[in-house]
């Protein structure tokens, strides 16, 4: 919200003076003086300032945005690693959805029932893994400023 003010005469002997409310908008603003103080005139209503928490920012609002700049800056300089977790995770998850198996209820059995679906689940993770790092070494070579030589 902002802050506007007002010169307003609430009776027809009196004098100007000057009222200062928060609201949204202009005619906001006008309403409130209305309610506020019953003026018989209102002049020169404008806008004085915005409000400050507009304009600050709050210290959780500065820590996120260091953690953003940090995050894009290892994404930055370890993209195939990077991009290999993810692709890791994403190959695991999807394998053991469709193996109805994960790793841990392997490690947990007892018998050797799940052998076939455990080496699906490692297989599938190392997969995506692997591609995930080439993608993210290609992403990062093509990012990378190329030297060129001048034939002389």
Known sequence: ??????????????SY???????????VAKQEIERLYRPITILNLRQVSSSSSEFQFSPEASWIGIGL?????????????????????IGTKFSEIV????????????DDYGHKRAAFVI?????????GF??????????????YQIAS
Request: proline share 4%; charged share 10%.
């Open 1 to 14: 919200m902002a802050t506007y003010q007002a010169k307003i005469k609430t009776t027809p002997t009196g």
């Open 17 to 27: 003076y000057n009222v200062t409310v928060e609201a949204g908008a202009s005619y």
């Open 69 to 89: 700049v940090g995050l894009f800056f290892l994404f930055a300089m370890f993209t195939p690693w990077v991009l290999m977790v993810i692709g890791g995770a």
């Open 99 to 110: 193996t109805q198996q994960s790793l841990q209820d392997y490690a947990e059995r007892d």
């Open 123 to 131: 297989a599938l993770a190392l997969i995506c893994g692997g591609i």
């Open 134 to 147: 080439t993608q993210g070494h290609q992403l990062q070579q093509e990012s990378q400023p190329h030297a």
